[in-house]
């Protein structure tokens, strides 16, 4: 029996490939509205983080959800994340 493939992602906080399933994706819809899609099924495209509020933070500091994105994210969208995060833990 063929052995089942894990679908992998790297996490833009810490840079380390990890299950999808451990980590949470960020997702801009086609209206351009980023959020967390803690489902993972919501369409548009998509980036993943870590469960950790570090490893978001990192992203923040470093732009990587712009540069995933190719569009300027307001303070407001990051803070809602946030607590959209610490919620979730």
Same mark, same amino acid.
Do not use: H, W
């Given at each position: ?5 894990? +679908?992998?992602?790297? !996490? ?16 801009? &819809? +086609?209206?351009? &509205?980023?959020?967390? &899609? ?11 983080? !870590?469960?950790?509020? &570090? ?15 190719? !569009?300027?994210? +307001? ?15």
């Amino acid at each position: 029996m063929a052995v089942k493939k894990i +679908p992998m992602r790297k !996490c833009l906080g810490c840079n380390e490939m990890k299950e999808k399933r451990s980590l949470i994706r960020v997702v801009r &819809d +086609p209206q351009g &509205d980023i959020s967390l &899609d803690l489902t993972g099924k919501k369409s548009g495209k998509g980036a993943y983080i !870590c469960r950790n509020v &570090d490893c978001y933070k990192a992203a923040v500091k470093s732009k990587r959800f712009e540069r995933a994105f190719s !569009c300027a994210i +307001p303070k407001e969208v990051y803070e809602k994340m946030q607590e959209e995060l610490e919620k979730s833990e």
